[in-house]
């Protein structure tokens, strides 16, 4: 099952059938206790859509209101790599190497609701960057009392050039405004995807292929109930919280995004997320969500 947060109400789906959900608060009713037993009724009791649901035309928002988004890093070999690559001239590249076989991991603020884009939604660059890649993760959702609730996907919008630099510079490389896509629904769920679970990414430039990647679930290196443990350690999250995992897809250093590329990461039982960037002109004022009209 998956819901899906929209400008007409909340949508259940299960397959090509839809549901509305008789709920307005969202963060109130992905944090109920027993919400697959919840929406398991809805899908018995109420009367379907009469159309297929298609999340493309759904006029979909993301699925979060009040929740934070937190990032843990380094949590795939090729991640790894790649930071001890680019950290390597400012003397940091030994830090990712360390922090990748800890037992503590590495956990970062990432985004909050306001900068975060839906599905068919624009992210976008930083001003001051001039390398800048979409990170493709499952994102998990621990309810506010830390339990695995769902999960969704997840763009983690990185300024390579800025963290490479030095990584003391990680929170601008990754936090700003239409850094952050989480969508398009979220999968309800107490148990983590299996690990042949695929993720893939394409970014497509003027409708051709410029990059396409694909890792598996089976490379991640965590066990997402510490990530868990130490996500809400000494913390508290009322609305409960978002987690990117981690991306094992990583671009060559001769990639970075242009205004107008299409990102497409896709998960097999989730779906796939859709991401316009925006004109790096884009004013500030102007929604990081903000629809796209090609």
Same mark, same amino acid.
């Given at each position: 099952m998956i819901l899906y947060r929209s400008r007409r109400g909340i949508i259940l789906a299960r397959e090509?059938?839809?549901?509305?959900?008789? *709920?307005?608060?969202?963060? @109130? #009713?992905?944090?109920?206790?027993? &919400?697959?037993? %919840? #929406?398991?009724?809805v899908a018995r009791r109420r009367v379907p859509l009469p159309r297929r649901f298609d999340p493309d035309r759904a006029g979909l928002l993301p699925p979060l209101d009040v929740q934070e988004v937190w990032g843990a890093g380094v949590t795939y070999s090729r991640s790894r790599e790649a930071r001890m690559?680019? *950290?390597?001239?400012? @003397?940091? @590249? $030994?830090?990712?190497?360390?922090?990748? $076989? *800890?037992?503590?991991?590495?956990?970062?603020?990432?985004?909050?609701?306001?900068?975060?884009?839906?599905?068919?939604?624009?992210?976008?660059?930083?001003?001051?960057?001039?390398?800048?890649?979409?990170?493709?993760? +499952? *994102? &998990?959702?621990f309810n506010r009392e830390g339990n695995l609730a769902g999960c969704t996907i997840g763009n983690d919008m990185s300024a390579r050039d800025i963290e490479g630099e030095n990584p003391l510079y990680l929170p601008q490389a990754k936090i700003y405004d239409g850094s952050c896509a989480l969508g398009p629904g979220l999968l309800v769920t107490r148990k983590f995807l299996p690990p042949a679970t695929e993720i893939r990414m394409a970014v497509l430039r003027r409708h051709r292929p410029v990059f396409?990647?694909?890792?598996? &679930?089976?490379? %991640?290196?965590? $066990?997402?109930?510490? #990530?868990?443990?130490? &996500?809400?350690?000494d913390n508290r999250f009322p609305?409960?919280? %978002?987690? +990117?995992?981690?991306?094992?897809?990583?671009?060559?250093? $001769?990639?970075? #995004?242009?205004? @107008?590329?299409?990102?497409?990461?896709?998960?097999?039982?989730?779906?796939?997320?859709?991401? %316009?960037?925006?004109?790096k002109n884009t004013p500030r004022t102007r929604s990081p969500g903000a629809r796209w009209k090609p």
């Open positions: 090509d059938r839809g549901w509305r959900v008789p *709920a307005r608060d969202w963060g @109130g #009713l992905i944090n109920r206790p027993d &919400l697959e037993e %919840f #929406l398991e009724s690559e680019e *950290a390597r001239d400012a @003397g940091g @590249g $030994d830090f990712y190497a360390r922090v990748y $076989d *800890a037992e503590r991991p590495e956990i970062f603020f990432k985004s909050t609701p306001h900068r975060t884009a839906g599905h068919r939604q624009e992210v976008r660059l930083r001003r001051d960057s001039r390398w800048s890649v979409p990170e493709p993760e +499952l *994102a &998990l959702f396409e990647g694909s890792t598996t &679930l089976e490379r %991640f290196r965590r $066990d997402p109930r510490a #990530l868990a443990e130490y &996500l809400f350690r609305g409960g919280c %978002f987690l +990117l995992t981690g991306t094992g897809i990583v671009p060559p250093r $001769d990639f970075s #995004l242009r205004p @107008g590329d299409e990102i497409r990461i896709s998960i097999g039982p989730i779906g796939t997320l859709v991401n %316009f960037v925006a004109p």
